[in-house]
């Protein structure tokens, strides 16, 4: 199986490079204000740790890019292991933040195990399903098994809570099982039952409700539940085409809250308009194109499977964040990869896209 | 399942992300497009913030350019209760500490302060009251205290560098720049200003974004006001009253100053009065009465001006001619000369100057008759406000003549029966010592605009009309010295001056309106100098001061009078039109022996001498006298007269009298008595008119007027 390996996709390289740049750029942007106020004078706080983080992702990217990706196969199980073991924890000892256990601190910097095991599911289904394969058109001792572990993981994280890392996590592992083969009917009568699942969920907590009905209708509570989205759509309507200009928001003044995180798409469509949004979107839509080729061209079912996670649970976290910002979805905390401020998300996703570089290298 | 179904599938996923993609794409297309203006227009209302820029009030000086009034910086003590964020250390972390260095600057409680201070529902408070708005040197003091978390915001506020000076003209503008009262209120229109806006936009906590100036009209500061007042001469009044306050205790008095010529007013004070710096002070509202033009009162003697002037207008004056005087029948009434006896058969001239009431019924009711008496009163502006420029001007009260009954007309033409203000007074009164013309009063000499200097408004007198002619004027004029020289106003002389003017010691109505109060005195006198030519006309009048008879009060105006007209005369250098200077009457008198001579004579010798008869018994002759003959007296002084043989004395009527007087008199009829509490005597245990022994001891009791009310 093993052949020479080439170099890795330079366009995917590339675009990882452009979209980490434009987030750092608006990291400092739309954190600058809110630093200098919370962080006694110091402009560069929060640009500052996610340059560090940058640093780190580029660092943990170069390795994964090197590590031939089969590798990970033996690591699998164990990597799984630990990322259940460190849900548990958090659920255990974690800090609780905006009402979700989802952090452990080390210092005064900190995890999201949730983060780390979207990626530890995305490599230990590829493994799975790829052994599996034959199965995967049965019920029970397939489909069943597979959406047994992926459920459990799941429910940790339904713990926490965190909606959004849960939904990408199990989207990602549903189009895994469906590149397989899993049947349609199958996966429709799941996707049925998911979908009731995924009510009672919202149903069970008050406070999803209240962000269903703000983002239907978010004027109807201003200061309360549609506050985040109404100041989301100040932002971005009126950035316009052009944009206000670098650094020229109005609704990174305390406006809208935590703007360098899971807002920070608003910040830039108020500074850059739909020119600086739409070539956000298409450097991730390249970005993601070049991953399907890589899991179409990769040597083997396990490197398309594992590419196609990765691949997957970009592009899901990049709809969600994006339909979330523009009222197309409920509010829910998920990041944007790459731009959005956050330790764990970014080295996360560039190891993610470490991981899918190396996968090229090998592409047929 | 192949390798190609695979494929499929990986290239079907990607499809679904593209189309999701474009759905994104044109969704944010969307809302940066069609959706754009609106929310633009939303979120306007959300970032602009429009603030009101506060124009500076204007000053108000007084006709010399003195300053009374000005609007200067102050600061708002705020204490920091909660720290901002984790090094914030700029916060009040030891409350009984910070009270009790600010308590003895701010002049605010101990408790209040810790109070404020331990609050545990805000993040920063205003301390109230005592630390709103305070002054510079207060801030400079809190400043140096250097404590942390007491901050202080510069704002602005309103000063009167003379404190309580002139207080019921100036009146007062609070901390929240709003005009209460006096100038402030009338001329709030000039002095006020218009404010400016500036609209911006704001971030969330409310400071203005980068570039985010949207519009600035700047505000237009207030003009200021010069008044007609003259600081020294208004200084005058403020002394003269602070010191009769201080001895007498009045209920109220109040002293005008004005040029007879022009209406303007020199100098206007009223007491109580109090500090516009800090009205807060101020616990019975009454003391912000501007009574000189806000209180009606019966003017008494002083209002017979208006009735001479009018009857030699008319020609019915004869000065020499002679009438009876004593008392005067109207149908079932009898109106009395103030003694209760008159002097006999005497001239118009020596009525006027005894200010006998019967001469002023003759001279008005009976010859001017009640159509011209109205007429005049009229002409002479009663019944209506001057229009001096000062907020809350009363009309006075004048009868309808067509329903006046004749002896009501008749005590009218003696100030009883008719309400005026003490500022009609003064226009009337200045009419006839300017020649016959009345002039609106007024205080106000002119609006400027302090930046450029401009004068923007000017008031120049206005002449209402002709009352009288100016040969009447001169006439009445010199009358009224004679008064001064000759009459009830020997008291009111100035060395150097010719002063011509009229008493006025009217009995004060009783409260339920019956008659009148016994013992109850408004004692006013309204008088003008020099006479020729009248320069100043200073009215005063003074509300039961506490003295022991009507001549001590006649003394009270006549040192307010004095030491104003003489004090303003000298600082406007007014040349003196008297050559000879009058010797200064003597203010002591030495009692003569008058045992033996008969009651009568006895009685009027000692009021030659300057002091007050007390005549004890019913006999004809004296038979003893207090104090012994030789002794010297300050004038007003009581002298007893005793004409009867003490065993066949009956109990006098102690009530009203003071302590002092009742152990005089109770020392010469040889009574022992007991006094309790002090003050004047309200009651006695045995009834008047029992005879004076076998009554054991005798007790009085007594009262302080002031606690009487």
């Keep these: ?364 | 399942m192949g390798k190609k179904r695979i494929q499929a599938r990986i290239l079907l996923v990607g499809t679904g992300i593209t189309l999701l993609f474009i759905i994104l794409l044109t969704r944010l297309f969307w809302i940066q497009s069609v959706n754009a203006d609106w929310l633009v227009k939303e979120a306007q209302n959300l970032w602009s913030r429009k603030e009101v820029l506060q124009p500076q009030r204007g000053a108000i000086f007084d006709r010399n350019g003195e300053l009374l009034a000005y609007t200067g910086k102050a600061y708002t003590v705020i204490a920091r209760l909660k720290p901002y964020s984790e090094n914030d250390k700029n916060y009040v972390r030891n409350p009984v500490d910070v009270a009790e260095k600010l308590s003895p600057v701010l002049d605010v409680s101990m408790e209040d302060l810790v109070e404020q201070l331990t609050r545990e529902d805000v993040r920063q408070v205003e301390i109230p009251r005592g630390g709103w708005k305070v002054d510079e040197e207060t801030g400079k003091q809190i400043e140096e205290l250097k404590l942390p978390g007491i901050i202080l915001n510069e704002t602005t506020r309103r000063y009167y560098p003379n404190g309580a000076f002139a207080s019921h003209v100036l009146g007062y503008a609070n901390l929240d720049g709003q005009a209460v009262m006096g100038i402030e209120k009338s001329q709030d229109k000039w002095l006020s200003g218009k404010p400016g806006s500036y609209e911006f936009l704001k971030d969330r906590l409310g400071y203005q974004l980068p570039n985010g100036l949207e519009s600035i009209t700047p505000a237009e500061d207030g003009k200021d006001v010069y008044l007609t007042l003259d600081k020294q001469i208004q200084g005058y009044v403020e002394d003269a009253l602070d010191d009769i306050e201080q001895k007498y205790h009045p209920k109220k008095m109040t002293a005008i100053v004005a040029d007879p010529k022009t209406g303007e007013i020199l100098g206007m004070a009223n007491r109580p009065h109090f500090d516009p710096n800090r009205y807060w002070d101020i616990e019975d509202y009454s003391v912000q009465i501007n009574h000189a033009v806000s209180s009606v009162f019966e003017p008494g003697s002083t209002f017979k001006i208006v009735t001479l002037s009018a009857a030699v207008e008319e020609g019915l004056f004869h000065p020499n001619e002679t009438y009876q005087s004593g008392a005067y029948q109207i149908g079932p009434d009898r109106i009395h000369d103030h003694n209760g006896k008159g002097w006999g058969e005497i001239t118009f001239l020596e009525g006027v100057q005894k200010s006998s009431n019967v001469a002023f019924v003759i001279l008005g009711y009976e010859r001017l008759k009640k159509e011209r008496l109205f007429e005049y009163i009229h002409k002479f502006g009663f019944g209506s406000p001057t229009g001096i420029q000062l907020p809350g001007e009363e009309d006075g009260v004048l009868r309808n003549p067509n329903r006046a009954y004749p002896v009501e007309v008749a005590t009218m033409t003696f100030g009883q029966g008719v309400a005026v203000t003490a500022i009609q007074q003064v226009a009337a009164v200045s009419a006839v010592a300017n020649g016959g013309t009345l002039i609106q009063p007024s205080i106000v000499k002119k609006i400027e605009n302090p930046e450029t200097g401009e004068v923007i408004d000017q008031f120049e007198p206005v002449q209402e009309r002709r009352v009288i002619s100016e040969e009447t004027s001169e006439q009445v004029r010199e009358i009224l010295e004679t008064v001064v020289t000759d009459g009830t106003g020997t008291l009111y002389q100035i060395d150097g001056y010719h002063v011509a003017g009229k008493t006025g010691t009217a009995q004060k109505p009783r409260e339920d309106g019956r008659g009148y109060a016994p013992g109850k005195y408004i004692y006013s006198f309204v008088g003008f100098a020099p006479r020729e030519n009248p320069e100043l006309l200073v009215y005063v009048v003074v509300d039961e001061p506490e003295v022991d008879n009507i001549y001590l009060g006649a003394q009270v105006t006549s040192s307010i009078f004095k030491s104003i007209m003489k004090n303003s005369l000298q600082y406007m250098k007014v040349v003196p039109d008297m050559k000879t200077v009058v010797q200064e009457k003597e203010s002591e008198f030495e009692v003569d022996d008058l045992v033996g001579y008969a009651a009568v004579t006895a009685e009027q010798k000692v009021l030659d001498a300057g002091g007050v008869p007390q005549i004890i018994g019913e006999g004809e002759r004296v038979l003893k006298q207090y104090p012994e003959e030789g002794k010297r007296l300050r004038k007003g002084s009581t002298v007893y007269l005793v004409t009867r043989k003490t065993a066949d004395l009956a109990m006098p009527d102690f009530t009203g009298k003071s302590l002092r007087e009742a152990l005089e008199y109770c020392s010469i009829l040889g009574i022992e008595a007991r006094f309790e509490g002090h003050g004047y005597v309200i009651d006695q245990n045995v009834p008047p008119g029992s005879p004076v022994k076998d009554n054991g001891e005798l007790i009085l009791y007594l009262k302080s007027r002031s606690d009487s009310q």
């Design chain 1, 1 to 364: 199986m093993p052949k020479a390996r080439s170099t890795p996709d330079l366009i995917m390289i590339l675009c990882t490079l452009l979209l980490l740049s434009i987030g750092i750029i608006m990291v400092y942007s739309s954190s600058a204000v809110i630093s200098y106020h919370e962080h006694d004078g110091d402009y560069y706080y929060f640009t500052k740790r996610q340059m560090v983080f940058a640093v780190l992702g580029l660092f943990a990217m170069y390795v994964t890019m090197n590590i031939d990706y089969w590798v990970w196969k033996k690591w699998a199980g164990i990597g799984l292991l630990i990322a259940v073991a460190l849900l548990v924890l958090v659920l255990l000892i974690g800090k609780e933040v905006n009402g979700a256990k989802s952090w452990l601190g080390i210092g005064s910097f900190g995890i999201q195990p949730a983060e780390f095991s979207k990626l530890a599911m995305a490599i230990f289904l590829a493994r799975w399903l790829s052994e599996n394969q034959k199965k995967i058109v049965t019920f029970s001792r397939g489909l069943m098994p597979a959406l047994g572990i992926v459920g459990g993981v799941f429910g940790l994280i339904m713990l926490q809570p965190d909606l959004g890392t849960g939904a990408v996590l199990v989207g990602t592992s549903l189009v895994m099982i469906y590149i397989t083969g899993a049947r349609i009917g199958h996966l429709m009568a799941l996707g049925l039952a998911g979908l009731i699942g995924f009510a009672g969920l919202i149903l069970s907590a008050p406070y999803r409700i209240q962000r269903i009905v703000a983002f239907l209708d978010p004027w109807q509570d201003p200061q309360g539940a549609g506050y985040q989205l109404i100041q989301s759509l100040y932002a971005i309507g009126p950035g316009g085409f052009m944009g206000l200009g670098l650094g020229m928001s109005r609704q990174k003044f305390n406006y809208l809250p935590e703007p360098y995180n899971d807002f920070i798409f608003s910040i830039l469509a108020e500074e850059l308009g739909f020119l600086g949004g739409s070539t956000v979107l298409l450097l991730f839509l390249l970005l993601l194109w070049r991953g399907m080729r890589a899991a179409i061209t990769a040597p083997d079912l396990f490197g398309s499977l594992l590419a196609t996670g990765i691949v997957g649970m970009i592009a899901l976290q990049v709809i969600i964040n994006i339909g979330v910002v523009t009222g197309m979805f409920p509010v829910t905390g998920i990041t944007l990869p790459f731009l959005s401020y956050g330790g764990s998300s970014l080295t996360l996703m560039l190891t993610g896209v470490g991981i899918l570089l190396n996968i090229t290298r090998y592409s047929r």
